[in-house]
């Protein structure tokens, strides 16, 4: 069996179009993204800074860095839950996001958590 580290929170993404405060034809496409992390190593540990890589279709690359999420530093026990949404502003109707969030555990030891590459994409229409 593998064994976790200590150090381990695992990222679940759910993406969505916002259409209301979209406008295609002046190219500006608004997504939201509801991130769900999970505390599945041994330690408590805190979010502390975050750090998105986030490219349109056009290859636009935009980074981001900043502290906590949606202004929090939320702090995690081993087995808690933690999620937020937020949103991104792309010019083309299709693009990828990934990262980090840079985290500290109790013990004083700073670890990184990936965040995986995800698609933002408007919805296909069938007609």
């Known amino acids: 069996m593998i064994k976790k580290s200590p150090y381990t929170i695992d990222v679940q993404v759910q993406t969505r179009f916002v259409p ?6 002046e190219n500006r496409y608004v997504f939201a993204y509801t991130i769900k992390l999970h505390n599945a190593g041994g330690v408590p540990a805190r979010l502390l800074t975050r750090h998105w890589v986030i ?16 202004g929090e530093q939320p702090w995690m026990r081993p087995g808690d839950d933690y999620e937020y949404t937020s949103g991104a ?5 299709v693009g990828t996001m990934h990262g980090s969030y840079q985290m500290m555990a109790d013990d004083g030891t700073r670890f990184e958590t990936p965040i995986p590459a995800f698609t933002l994409s408007i919805p296909r229409t069938l007609h």
């Open 20 to 25: 209301d405060q979209s406008a295609p034809n």
């Open 55 to 70: 490219t349109d279709a056009n290859g636009k690359v935009e980074e981001v860095f900043g502290e906590g999420v949606v």
């Open 89 to 93: 502003v792309l010019e083309t109707a």
